[in-house]
């Protein structure tokens, strides 16, 4: 079976994480894997692909005049034709890609990631319609990731998704013993009874980091020794660079980038936080809790979710001070941390099992 995934820059990101850990699962089940970036850039992630077992293609799109996206979506057609692909995956820009696939022949689904809003009536009957005409006339199934990405598209837009949980590599991702933490903190020159808090995600109006540099002041009052590991890049990252110059907090904030070797930042932290809008499901969120670490979260949908079956995860307002606040609150609750990461480590292990969920999925790609 030959699965090409549509995606746009391949980035360090979830779902290119997700799809590049489960590789090896879908090979062993008879696939032949390729991704198509469609973005200008190929991103920084192709490598990881180009490993995992993933034949790697950049086909660029760019909004332009009609007539010239319908030579994009020709040239799309023919590729997938010639390739002979049986499912296409489609994980940015649905409509597009799933009347391409559906003139090609091929097998389609598209996976909703996160939760999106519409700013305007005219613009909510314009995505109802794309919604409907996808997958009642180009026949491609629609996969939403969580909970919350679920329960909107079947309210906000009528939508009836089949629900598959994300996944992680448990083989990734596990909790340390003290003796590996106080190694690692050794190793990142990390004081080995400083407050150590961690994100990672990229930089973006939607991950919002500067909710956690505006938080550290507090907190840095009271424990001066604090070390933030700030982990990924993007858009917003020189104005947060900017933020933390401004702040006087260039000590106590460490920006790491992308790092391929990310359990050690991890099983290193203390506490990890989350400060998004909206989420669909953090999946960097789901290896933390793996790593058995607690986790201050923004009460917000995609992260709300870890606890609907349990207390997982403290989840705070969106405001940066009572952040501060439930930072120190934590760090000085040994019992708390304890209750919260052994509560997440067993929800995380439960749901978001990469082979049951990998199955799931391979799954839709044979369904008739």
């Known amino acids: 079976m030959k699965v090409v995934h549509i995606l746009d820059r391949l980035k360090f990101s979830g779902a290119e994480v997700m799809y590049v850990a489960a590789a090896p699962f879908f090979i062993e089940h008879g696939c032949e894997l390729s991704v198509i970036n469609t973005n ?25 005049p009609v007539f010239k996206r319908i030579g994009y979506f020709r040239k799309m057609i023919r590729f997938l034709k010639e390739n002979r692909y049986d499912v296409v995956h489609i994980h940015h820009g649905f409509w597009g890609m799933s009347l391409c696939a ?40 629609f996969q939403s990731i969580s909970d919350s990405v679920y329960e909107h598209e079947k309210k906000y837009y009528k939508n ?40 990672v995600g990229g930089c973006s109006p939607l991950k919002r980091h500067s909710e956690i540099i505006n938080a550290l002041p507090k907190a840095v009052e009271k424990y001066p020794d604090l070390v933030y590991l700030h982990l990924g890049e993007g858009e917003t990252l020189n104005e947060e660079k900017e933020l933390v ?15 391929s070797e990310l359990r050690k930042y991890l099983i290193a932290s203390d506490i990890y936080l989350m400060t998004s809008s909206l989420e669909g499901i953090s999946v960097t969120t789901v290896e933390a809790m793996a790593c058995n670490i607690p986790a201050i979260l923004y009460d917000v949908p995609g992260l709300r979710d870890f606890n609907k079956e349990a207390e997982c995860a403290l989840l705070s307002p969106e405001d940066y001070v009572v952040l ?6 934590l760090y000085e609750n ?35």
């Open 40 to 64: 200008e850039h190929l991103g920084e992630y192709a490598p990881y692909f180009e490993k995992a077992g993933y034949k790697v293609f950049h086909f660029p799109y760019r909004e332009k």
């Open 102 to 141: 559906r003139l090609a022949g091929c097998r389609s689904v598209y996976t909703f990631h996160s939760v999106y809003l519409s700013r305007k009536k005219f613009t909510w009957l314009y995505h109802f319609w794309m919604r409907w005409s996808s997958k009642n006339l180009f026949r491609c199934m």
């Open 245 to 259: 110059d401004s702040l006087q907090l260039t000590p106590n904030v460490r920006f790491c980038g992308n790092q």
């Open 160 to 199: 009836e998704t089949i629900k598959i949980y994300n996944w992680y590599n448990s083989k990734k991702f596990f909790p340390a013993s003290i003796e590996e933490k106080e190694k690692m903190r050794e190793e990142l020159g990390i004081a080995k009874e400083a407050l150590t808090l961690i994100s």
């Open 324 to 329: 501060a606040e439930k930072i120190i609150f």
């Open 334 to 368: 040994r019992e708390k941390q304890k209750r919260l990461a052994e509560n997440a480590t067993n929800f995380v292990n439960s749901r978001f099992d990469m082979i049951k969920n990998a199955g799931e999925v391979f799954k839709l790609y044979t369904n008739n």
